[in-house]
């Protein structure tokens, strides 16, 4: 075995007898239950751990993870979590959490070459076609990012709303709610993007005004300059 890969155990052993010694019974209460309230789907980016900005324990949040936190109809992956969050441990939140400086969104908006990614990625690049004439009138490089990144969120969280998954779990009266957050990596929080649909009926009206309240903002942002 690898120093390095030496060096995660032990860490593991600190980590699991520091928290016993600070809090008895902390891994048979986890091991007893998991009953979590939000689902989580972002990306995989090592930056952005879930449960540590949420401030919650494990077993608090059912997590997904994948490059530019992308929902796509044709990812089975995703949507089993989904359907076993939603259907087995009755989420109530399905949280669409993108952050600010994603490579992959930073990929898509420069026609970038990474890979095999490409592929996946091509859902982050019809975002930024679905928006290019608003996104080239915004000059600074980094806002044009920092707005797709926003932009994604809210084109991904739309997707799940209308996942199958989701639909039917609206049909049938079960209470979920999709939202919409990103990141900020350079302060450690979370913002809403107020993209927020509890039943398929919310999700047109909460996709529009998200939508023309980000533009609004970051229109204002581009006309004073950034500070």
Request: net charge neutral.
């Amino acid at each position: 075995m690898s120093h390095e890969l030496k060096e995660l155990l032990d860490s593991n052993r600190r980590w699991a007898s520091q928290t016993q010694a600070r809090d008895p019974g902390f891994f048979t209460r986890l091991l007893a239950q998991q009953a979590p309230q939000y689902l989580w789907i972002g990306c995989a980016d090592s930056r952005v751990p879930a449960s540590e900005i949420l401030g919650l324990l494990p077993g608090d949040v059912f997590v997904h993870r994948n490059v530019a936190n992308v929902v796509v109809p044709s990812d089975l992956n995703a949507l089993s979590v989904m359907q076993f969050a939603i259907d087995m441990l009755k989420v109530r939140h399905v949280i669409v959490v993108g952050h600010y400086g994603c490579g992959g969104v930073t990929a898509a908006l420069h026609d970038r070459r990474i890979g095999l990614a490409d592929n996946w990625i091509r859902h982050v690049h019809d975002v930024r076609n679905k928006h290019r004439t608003w996104l080239d009138g915004i000059e600074d490089d980094t806002l044009r990012l920092d707005a797709l990144c926003e932009l994604n969120v809210l084109e991904q969280a739309h997707n799940a709303c209308a996942t199958t998954v989701v639909q039917d779990a609206w049909d049938r009266g079960q209470e979920v709610i999709v939202h919409g957050w990103v990141y900020g990596l350079h302060n450690g929080l979370l913002e809403d993007l107020r993209i927020s649909a509890g039943c398929a009926a919310e999700v047109a009206p909460a996709y529009g005004m998200a939508l023309g309240a980000l533009k609004t903002r970051f229109d204002a942002i581009r006309k004073k300059g950034r500070p």
